[in-house]
């Protein structure tokens, strides 16, 4: 781009002229938005966004930088990132880089100095859409007819996930010496702090690609399977949900986001796309068995549908207070439960992390007790360092692990 000028064209003809920043390029991206005030770094590497505009709704973006410690995946996915304002002279002791200097490296291309709010609403009263970011000078009839002509990717799991299995061990992780729990970790896209979540309860944690077959991971002899989360429809990863499908009621099973879609489905219930989807670290949900009000982390544009549960074994255990929509399943007789919140925050509130701990007492009685909150496991405090690469790991996953603290 040659111009000092960069604009977003939305596929209704919408148009927003800002400043560049970030890397150079034209990018063709599906458009939501984010109402979270904190954590862009955690979702500028969040492997959820692949292929996706972010439009940032707090005003201010980048004035703390980018720590080497809080990226959620080692290679950012994210096609761009929309702000009202870019501050690029970062204030944060923990601070190494800027945010656009980051953005540049992984392609992701940035726009500043728009009305965030005015294409919030937009997202919000007429859905997600396709978008177009290029230069000031592009004619809108031509950005037009490149967005009528784009065919939306359908490999977006497989682009993000893990190319060989790795593992994170919980070397110091007091319960895994007392009693060692292993979990097998479908990769979708998973963000890291699901890994050390785990690994600070004492779970060594195998990572697989997301098309394993069922049969390699019983091989594995898990005492449990996770399902992560990640981009794109469910309904893509015809495999994974294969796989879940052929597991249930052979290993205890706990999915999140794009996990939860996959055990409902393979379940037999049915998935659908959100109006603009959920993005944000402030959505109140309801635990049924308790009434309790969690205040969550969110990041997905499909939901499971409601009516789809019936004649399935699966019932429904929170809500999202917003809209009614689906939150979480279990079927406790199959030992499977999942929620579409995440749980693991990385940015967000921690109200939900006792799912990790309801997933390690499932592991290790054989019983799914919906309303339990169990005592945290010990050795599972948020600030313990929580586990080691395996000598066998790739020196890719090594690094990812490494550098995310590990």
Sequence with gaps: MNSAKRKIVLEDGQQYIGDPFGADGEKILELVFNTSMVGYQEILSDPSYTDQAVVMTYPLIGNYGMADDDYESLRPTIGALVVREYNDEPSNFRSTRTLGDVMKEYDIVGLSGVDTRKIARSVRDYGSRLAIITDADTPVEECLAKLREYVVPTDAVSRVSCAET??????YALAYAIDPVDVVAIDCGMKQNIVRSLNRRGCKVTVVPWNTPAETILALHPDGVFISNGPGDPKDVSATIETVRKLIGKKPIFGICLGHQILSLAFGAETYKLKFG?????????????????????????????ASLVGTPLVPTHINLLDNTIEGVACPEKLAFSVQYHPESAPGPQDSSYLFDRFVSMMKTGKLNLSDRPEKTAGSSENQVAGTVDSSVSADAAGELRGKGE
């Excluded at 009434?291 to 939901?303: F, K, V």
């Design 166 to 171: 790795w593992v994170s061990k919980a070397k």
């Design 278 to 306: 959920h993005r944000g670290g402030n959505h109140p949900v309801k635990e049924l068995s308790t009434g309790r009000i969690e205040i969550t982390s969110q990041n997905h544009s499909y939901a499971v549908d409601a």
